[in-house]
């Protein structure tokens, strides 16, 4: 007869333990890794100039990946408007309209508005072209391989953390 005895069982099983109570937080990590890798993507990708002409950068300084309020794993990249009780809107509620989008005066027979030159201009209404980049941009980005990736260097990290390797 042989006995084995393994030292060290007790160690591992509570290092596994504490391992297993962290998947959300690592899965959240995951998911915002993604998300930022995503943004970064949309600004040098598809808001330096490529899809929106205005120079003055207000919107590449809007996006933000946020988590979504009381949502469990959810995360967004998007814009904030400034304008709303703390709601995040995304980009492409404007821009990603089929054939654009047409504003018309609410309170007044012409809109007024001041232009980038300093002139102030008036219209019945305005036509914002379509411009869809969040729709190009999410096609063309590697979700995939991101997400692989973040998971592997987020789960090596805790790993190493717990003492596990």
Same mark, same amino acid.
């Given at each position: 007869?042989?006995?084995?005895?393994?030292?060290?069982?007790?160690?591992?099983?509570?290092?596994?333990?504490?391992?297993?109570?962290?998947?959300?937080? @690592?899965?959240? #990590?995951?998911?915002?890794?993604?998300?930022?890798? *995503?943004?970064? !993507?949309? /600004?040098? +990708?598809?808001? %330096?100039?490529?899809?929106?002409?205005?120079?003055?950068?207000?919107?590449?300084?809007?996006? @933000?990946?946020? #988590?979504?309020?009381?949502?469990?794993?959810?995360? *967004?990249?998007? !814009?904030? /408007?400034? +304008?709303?009780? %703390?709601?995040?809107?995304?980009?492409?509620?404007?821009?990603?309209?089929?054939?654009?989008?047409?504003?018309?005066?609410?309170?007044?027979?012409?809109?007024?508005?001041?232009?980038?030159?300093?002139?102030?201009?008036?219209?019945?209404?305005?036509?914002?072209?379509?411009?869809?980049?969040?729709?190009?941009?999410?096609?063309?980005?590697?979700?995939?391989?991101?997400?692989?990736?973040?998971?592997?260097?987020?789960?090596?990290?805790?790993?190493?953390?717990?003492?596990?390797?």
């Amino acid at each position: 007869m042989i006995k084995i005895t393994v030292e060290g069982v007790d160690e591992a099983k509570q290092a596994l333990t504490e391992f297993g109570k962290s998947a959300n937080s @690592m899965l959240n #990590r995951i998911l915002l890794t993604v998300a930022k890798a *995503y943004k970064k !993507s949309v /600004i040098s +990708n598809y808001l %330096s100039g490529q899809y929106l002409k205005s120079e003055t950068g207000k919107t590449i300084k809007s996006m @933000m990946a946020y #988590r979504g309020k009381g949502e469990k794993n959810t995360y *967004y990249v998007g !814009s904030k /408007i400034q +304008n709303m009780k %703390s709601a995040f809107v995304g980009l492409a509620n404007i821009y990603e309209h089929e054939g654009g989008v047409d504003i018309y005066p609410k309170n007044e027979k012409i809109l007024r508005f001041l232009t980038e030159d300093g002139q102030w201009r008036s219209s019945y209404h305005i036509h914002l072209p379509q411009h869809s980049f969040m729709t190009d941009s999410s096609n063309a980005f590697d979700f995939e391989g991101n997400f692989n990736t973040a998971t592997e260097t987020i789960i090596a990290k805790e790993i190493k953390k717990r003492g596990l390797e």
